[in-house]
Antibody, heavy 121, light 108 residues
Framework: EVQLVQSGAEVKKPGESLKISCKGSGYSFTSYWIGWVRQMPGKGLEWMGI????????RYSPSFQGQVTISADKSISTAYLQWSSLKASDTAMYYC??????????????WGQGTLVTVSS | SYELTQPPSVSVSPGQTARITCSGD??????AYWYQQKPGQAPVLVIYKDSERPSGIPERFSGSSSGTTVTLTISGVQAEDEADYYC???????????FGGGTKLTVL
């Protein structure tokens, strides 16, 4: 069974750094793109960016370019989403999901359970 | 940047047909996908490549495409179909993806 298991909820202060994770299992981790999706409280889904763990090729939405860093460690089948300096507006649920077919033009299935990030002073 | 437009809400009575549209300039060039999200849960794929249905998704869910608009149709709506629905696609060059704003389906 293909599974993506995300790290637990985080509570951080503005200006702090953070790295959340997404561990894949049940498939060849290096053969599929993985993406990250943001959902702010009470709002819709936002496509953030994707990474191909096989060679670490990364694509970002223009809205998130420079705001976050996506990386992967293929030795432990884990993808990451990282912030260097959090803002209150980063408070959201973050989902990882496996991408099918053509990189940014593909679809997400399955999804991780989500990681809730709360940024508050 | 590229945007997909969905109606904020759609309401139907049980047993009726719900149609949710998604519009975007690049949809003639890029496939669209649909997700269902219930409160407190991760999204679930219900349609891929405009009209393909994943295994395990009921036959009452279908998708279609015409020009710059794609449509998710739910025939014989059931109470359990009440959820938020999102379309997803990519910009015309396939460089990055985008979601529509989401449509809340209410079953009256």
């Amino acid at each position: 069974e293909v599974q993506l298991v995300q790290s637990g909820a985080e509570v951080k202060k503005p200006g702090e750094s953070l790295k959340i994770s997404c561990k894949g299992s049940g498939y060849s981790f290096t053969s599929y793109w993985i993406g990250w999706v943001r959902q702010m409280p009470g709002k819709g889904l936002e496509w953030m960016g994707i990474i191909y763990p096989g060679d670490s090729d990364t694509r970002y939405s223009p809205s998130f370019q420079g705001q976050v860093t996506i990386s992967a460690d293929k030795s432990i089948s884990t993808a990451y989403l990282q912030w260097s300096s959090l803002k209150a507006s980063d408070t959201a649920m973050y989902y990882c999901a496996r991408l099918w077919v053509a990189a940014a033009a593909g679809w997400f299935d399955p999804w991780g359970q989500g990681t809730l990030v709360t940024v508050s002073s | 940047s590229y945007e997909l437009t969905q109606p904020p809400s759609v309401s139907v009575s049980p047993g009726q047909t719900a149609r949710i549209t998604c519009s975007g300039d690049a949809l003639p060039k890029q496939y669209a996908y649909w997700y269902q999200q219930k409160p407190g849960q991760a999204p679930v794929l219900v349609i891929y490549k405009d009209s393909e249905r994943p295994s395990g998704i009921p036959e009452r869910f279908s998708g279609s495409s015409s020009g710059t608009t794609v449509t998710l149709t739910i025939s014989g709506v059931q109470a359990e179909d009440e959820a938020d629905y999102y379309c997803q696609s990519a910009d015309s060059s396939g460089t990055y993806g985008v979601f529509g704003g989401g449509t809340k389906l209410t079953v009256l």
